[in-house]
């Protein structure tokens, strides 16, 4: 995100940040944090765990958020001077934190893969001009309950 709001630039409104919407359970963010995976076949299991072990270490954290890829998902890394020394002079490390503190993981349904491609095929339908957004989305609406109702089962 601050990727894109950096791509702004020059802009005719002045760049911030803002805390996150308080509804009626208070602030809650969903997301789906950093994720490495080892396959199931995978013929390197040990270097791949040595990776994980590396990538997801605080050490492997400083080289993603030095990069701008990524930010601090260690909440000691959040208040760092060494972390906030990175940020843009618009960007909030109070908001970054917020948003770390009150993160809930993201759970998604157990035909997502499928539900995915569905949207996706409908989003192109729409993206291209050959569909509105309410008509592609009625259409694969019962496809994607029924492989929600699938999912739960």
């Not at 490390?93 to 499928?114: L, S």
């Not at 509105?132 to 609406?141: F, L």
């Amino acid at each position: 995100m601050t990727g894109a709001v950096g791509q702004l630039t020059p802009t005719t409104f002045p760049k911030g940040m803002v805390p996150l919407p308080k509804g009626a359970a208070g602030r809650l963010v969903r997301s789906a944090g950093q994720a490495v995976q080892i396959m199931k076949g995978s013929r390197h299991h040990d270097a791949a765990w040595q990776f994980v072990r590396f990538s997801t270490s605080t050490e492997g954290e400083k080289i993603m958020y030095g990069l701008r890829v990524s930010l601090a998902w260690h909440k000691a890394s959040l208040g760092s001077p060494e972390y906030a020394r990175l940020l843009h002079p618009w960007e909030s490390a109070a908001a970054y934190a917020e948003c770390v503190n009150k993160g809930k993981p993201t759970r998604f349904p157990g035909e997502f893969t499928a539900i995915n491609r569905l949207y996706q095929t409908a989003y192109d339908e729409v993206r291209h001009g050959r569909k509105s957004a309410r008509q592609a989305m009625t259409e694969i609406k019962p496809e994607v309950n029924a492989l929600l109702v699938k999912g739960r089962s």
